[in-house]
């Protein structure tokens, strides 16, 4: 695999789909290519899109389904997970273009992808704002020497942001 072929497989032959009428790619995309979507941060894991292109009328339209696995911490133990997502996008070209580069569309998708928050767990504990034990792994002699057993509890709950 040389960077040329790598490149090219975002871009696409206008006339070839307004021929087909419509005209389906899947990709397999090697993270690295797309790792300008996370700036200094390893965080692209596994990436493929599904694209189907409808030359309708006078445009072209492309429906995109991007699938990715993102390396991301736990916004409340910090722990290291692989979450996989996906997102859909569309877009409309010209009839008369002459060539599609899709590559711009999965690169946006891919940067909206990560979540403002994720959990390793719906339960997840989270650290001890004391010690900073990972109370997933049992409590820290501090929890039930400073917090209530009702102040413990509530830190299960779901949902609610324990830093
Ligand atoms: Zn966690
Ligand atoms: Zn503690």
Redesign the pocket.
């Known amino acids: 695999m040389n960077d040329k072929n790598n490149e090219n497989q975002f871009v696409f032959s206008a006339s070839e789909i307004r021929q087909a009428g419509t005209y389906s790619a899947e990709l397999n995309i090697l993270p690295s290519e797309f790792a300008d979507a996370f700036p200094g941060r390893d965080v692209l894991k596994k990436l493929s899109a599904s694209l189907e292109f409808n030359a309708a009328g006078d445009e072209i339209l492309l429906n995109g389904k991007i699938s990715a696995s993102l390396a991301l911490d736990?916004s409340?133990?910090?722990?290291s997970i692989i979450k996989s997502f996906s997102d859909v996008f569309d877009e409309s070209f010209p009839y008369s273009v002459e060539y599609i580069n899709v590559r711009e569309n999965i690169r946006e998708t891919v940067s909206l992808m990560e979540p403002m928050k994720v959990?390793?767990?719906e339960k997840?504990k989270?650290r001890c704002p004391h010690c900073g034990k990972d109370l997933?792994e049992g409590k820290c002699s501090c929890v039930q020497e400073n917090f209530s057993p009702f102040a413990a509890l509530k830190n299960f709950r779901p949902g609610k942001k324990m830093i």
Request: hydrophobic share 10%; net charge positive.
């Open positions: 736990c409340r133990c910090g722990k959990l390793c767990s997840c989270g997933n």
